[in-house]
């Protein structure tokens, strides 16, 4: 089965760049829709952004002026960058991937399927 | 922006009670909804996608109902192992996401 795993440094020091890859295993990366998503300490989720195995992207307006999502369908991965973090920015971050379906209604419903396990990066001097 | 009041923040149900959390956004999302179960230090995991449909291999005592603005999450017999967070999630057309704030669910 899909499986999807997050790496990256777990320190960042304030106002330089987050960066993360997912790698998809057990299947592709193509067709689908893919996420990513954080969760700061003790408190709720928040969805960052997704990329199409195509390459378009779609952010949170909250954060889409420091973020970009890229894949590397060759490498079966696909990437967060996060500029400028701050305290703020300290959180596990997921991965997802996005299974788009059509309803019995004729409509598109999305839902996020399999989950990576998460990575804590934690922004400090 | 569609904003999610997800409510109670928490509940506190003894096992084989029924329990129902609910979920209300700010405009109409037709079906565009889903519900997550997070568990201490593990990813969330999806339960039910478009307003009212079982994920695969999700036990059938979780269900989920609802449309427009207001939806409902519902666990017919609570059992222990149903101990979690539990989160909606709204999208549009996009799609962008919004989660609710959580509802922390615990034994009596």
């Keep these: ?125 | 922006d569609i904003q999610m009041t997800q409510s109670p923040s928490s509940l506190s149900a003894s096992v084989g009670d029924r329990v129902t959390i609910t979920c209300q956004a700010s405009q109409d999302i037709s079906n565009y909804l889903n519900w997550y179960q997070q568990k201490p230090g593990k990813a969330p995991k999806l339960l039910i996608y478009d307003a009212s449909n079982l994920e695969t291999g999700v036990p059938s005592r979780f269900s989920g109902s609802g449309s427009g603005t207001d939806f409902t999450f519902t666990i017919s017999s609570l059992q222990p192992e149903d101990i979690a967070t539990y989160y909606c999630q709204q999208y549009d057309n996009l799609p962008r996401y919004t989660f609710g704030q959580g509802t922390k669910l615990e034994i009596k």
């Design chain 1, 1 to 125: 089965q899909v499986q999807l795993q997050e790496s990256g440094p777990g320190l960042v020091k304030p106002s330089e760049t987050l960066s993360l890859t997912c790698t998809v295993s057990g299947g592709s990366i193509s067709s689908y829709y893919w996420s990513w998503i954080r969760q700061p300490p003790g408190k709720g989720l928040e969805w960052i952004g997704y990329i199409y195995y195509s390459g378009s992207t779609n952010y949170n307006p909250s954060l889409k002026s420091r973020v970009t999502i890229s894949v590397d369908t060759s490498k079966n991965q696909f990437s967060l960058k996060l500029s400028s973090v701050t305290a703020a920015d300290t959180a596990v971050y997921y991965c997802a991937r996005v299974r788009r379906g059509i309803a019995v209604a004729g409509w598109y419903y999305y839902c996020m399927d399999v989950w990576g396990k998460g990575t804590t990066v934690t922004v400090s001097s």
